[in-house]
């Protein structure tokens, strides 16, 4: 067999390989920041809880980390040293961990700390080690030299780095911003000194292929073979093999084929959005489409283990919900024709209401639920989506809050949808100037067009949108001499409601740019009420225009009602606020974060609170007033963010003499500390915040 002559790869156990006294890791100066979050950390701290209880011959592989030898100059100035090229983020991520759990049992547990400090640091030139009885001793001086720690990231962040693993953080560097401090923090919080052994018996059962190149290598060609070398797996791809993980092949097949193929039959090409809306019902928190790993992440939350004996029921809930999810996606498989008209009315919006009505269809298709409370609900959605689209307030991000209220009751959701379904008042207003959206679909129902007119219908301005110059309203002036104020209102109200109607085909193409008065005998002919109605107007212009707006506009709100709930009319439009819940969950902190809303309310209260980081602090400093035992008793089960002492550099509020609220997070963590604090409380549902135009954009 012939060997390769540049590339080595073996496959070691990553803490032992740390471990060596050789062992030195160099990051050259053409690599990318270190930029893990504390979501990364979040699930690498998991998967080795995971690994350090199960059984001992199970371990985890995190990969491949690939390295290439110094050259001549750095061995002679460094030693044997390895240059890393590919694994500098995992690294670098462990290193921090280890660097907690060595501080965390510093003084407590002697023999620990040696075992965690020979990771850390590299042997002294005299040949000992640092680590041992005099591991504090040697930490204290770690900082004199450069490159103590067996991990050296490149210059820019070397020095930074190391006063985070030896613990040396100056005086004036006390609420200095990095990643490394942010993780580091992240790691202190979360692991109690009473299990630092089980997280360093993960750790020793974490494995890596370390591939070392030879001098004659193509580093940069192997690096680009490892990291872009074909598509990365979708969402939908990576629950597939997450679920068929660990089963035998026998077992595999059994749910491949009962379960699997039944779900990409249903879902098709939609499979992504199916999972998507899956779990938006099922968790009621929005689920991000980013393009990243969310929904396999929201996936794994929901099902942190996956054993045969409870797969078979999960999975046929899931080809069950696949199997209303195809209906709404293909509403002529219903055999009942309301149901399907509904359904088809329904699609004219778009999928982001799916999470809401495919339960309830499921339930109706299981003859567990009436078909008129399915009918009900889905005219409800409707008239929520269309009236919000009519003034102008964004239908994005609403499903999750009214699947938590239908998770709590029918009245519940009755109350949830009207809240946020604009007022009657304020939709004629916006009908009378706004552009009418989704017109040939409005028009159609107001004007109850069958499902399948004898001819298709067109939408048909009778201002056109951009009238000639020979266009008349009344067959004596041409458009060409009306005002200039004339002419802009009567384009401005051309895609108004009062200016639309439906035409035949036919018709509509003998009608085009046609003046009013040609139009009407047009309209006469025409088998559509609505507009035939039209051919007993003489005249067309502004003042016929508002006329009809405020006659159609009637019969509009009969269509679309707003929901009354049992308590009555006392709801008001709630001026496009988001539910805390539902706000949107950032990594790091993206450009605009200061101004991301332009205030909070609080339980009625008016903050003037921009940005997640205040929100975080004044809600904590809040309910330490209000709500104390929900604070600590949310701490004690996430691992924070309130301590009883600042016991690790950073930044750092004060709550009383005894306890100290961290401010070190990044805005994803602090946004999912606000809302988990808010529900232990239970006053998430009375906490909302108003985007602003920078958040909106963001």
Known sequence: MVTATNVEATAVNTIAWLSRPETTIVVPVYQRQYRWDIGGCEQLLGDIRAVADSRDAHTHFIGSILSTGASADERSAHGSELVLIDGQQRITTLMLLIAALHH???????????????????????????AGADAAAATATATARIGRTKLRPHRAWADVFESVVLDRLGADERVRDSRFDDNYAFFRSQVRASEVPRIWRGLQKLEHVAITLGADANAQQIFESLNSTGAPLLDHELIHN??????????QTEIEESFWLPIEQNTGDSIAAFWRHYLVMKTGREVAAGGGREVYDAF???????????????????????????????????????????????????KGTYPLVMPAYLEYSRASAERASLVLLVRQVQSLLLRRTVVGIGTARL???????????????????????????????ALKFSELPHAAYVLGRIAGAGADPAEPLDLEWIVPAAPSDDWSGDGERRFADYSDDEQNSHRALSGTLGNLTLLERGLAERAFDLS?????????????????????????????????????????????????????RGYIDDDDLTPVLDAIRRRGWPRGWEREWDYVEYRGEHWEVYDVKYLFNRVFKRLWADSRESVV??????????????????????????????????????????QGVLEEAGLASEVFVKYSYFGAVM
């Open 242 to 251: 997450y679920v068929l993980m660990g089963l035998s092949h026998a077992e």
């Open 104 to 130: 965390t049992v510093a003084g407590h547990d002697d023999a620990l700390a040696e075992e965690l400090a020979r990771v850390l640091v590299r042997a002294s030139p005299a040949g000992g080690s640092d």
């Open 516 to 568: 009013y008065p040609e139009k009407r005998a047009l309209y006469a002919s025409s088998t559509v009420p609505l507009t035939a109605q039209l051919a007993g107007t003489p005249a067309w212009g502004t003042a016929a225009i508002a006329e009809r707006t405020v006659q159609l506009s009637e019969r509009f709100l009969e269509v679309w009602p707003r929901p009354l709930p049992a308590a009555g």
């Open 399 to 429: 499903v999750a809050r009214l699947c938590r209220a239908r998770a709590e009751g029918g009245d519940a959701l009755v109350r949830a949808i009207a809240r946020i379904t604009p007022s009657d008042e304020r939709v004629k207003v």
């Open 300 to 350: 794994r939350q929901v099902f942190p283990r996956l054993e045969l004996g409870s797969l078979r029921e999960q999975a046929a809930e899931w080809r069950d919900h696949s199997a209303a999810y195809r209906v709404l996606l293909e509403p002529e498989l219903e055999p009942d024709p309301e149901v399907a008209h509904e359904l088809r009315g329904l699609a004219v919006f778009g």
């Open 633 to 674: 008793s949310f701490s004690a089960r996430r691992g924070g963010p309130v301590y009883e002492a600042e016991a690790w550099n950073g930044q750092w509020d004060r709550l009383d003499d005894e306890h100290h609220l961290y401010m070190g997070w990044d805005s994803q963590y602090m946004l999912t500390a606000v």
